[in-house]
């Protein structure tokens, strides 16, 4: 059973930052990628930033810029990080493992901007 564990949500104001984290239970080479999505209340699911195996990057327009995707292979982590925030990025976030099938979510971790 793979587990993902994110981190690192919360409150802050806009213009602030915060990073998220997500931790896998196994390695994050049996994924052919990662991925950072957002769900905001009312709204579906979108992607904010995926991390192939190969290390290709890709980001939603929105967070362009803004936002930042890594990993770190040894610790079997992905981290988001992101600056200037806005109250619009106000969401959950979830940690995705596998940008194929099959893939895996974590459970999620708030994120609230304040104006």
């Known amino acids: 059973q793979v587990q993902l564990v994110e981190s690192g949500g919360g409150l802050v104001q806009a213009g602030g930052s915060l990073r998220l984290s997500c931790a896998t239970s196994g390695s994050i080479f049996n994924f052919n990628g990662m991925g950072w999505y957002r769900q905001a209340p009312g709204k579906q699911r979108e992607l904010v930033a995926t991390v192939t195996s190969a290390g290709s990057l890709n980001y939603a327009d929105s967070v362009k810029g803004r936002f930042t995707i890594s990993r770190d292979n040894a610790k079997n982590t992905v981290y988001l990080q992101m600056n200037s925030l806005k109250p619009e990025d106000t969401a959950v976030y979830y940690c995705?493992?596998?940008?194929?099938?099959?893939?895996?979510w974590g459970q999620g971790t708030q994120v609230t901007v304040s104006s």
């Open positions: 995705r493992a596998g940008l194929g099938y099959p893939y895996y």
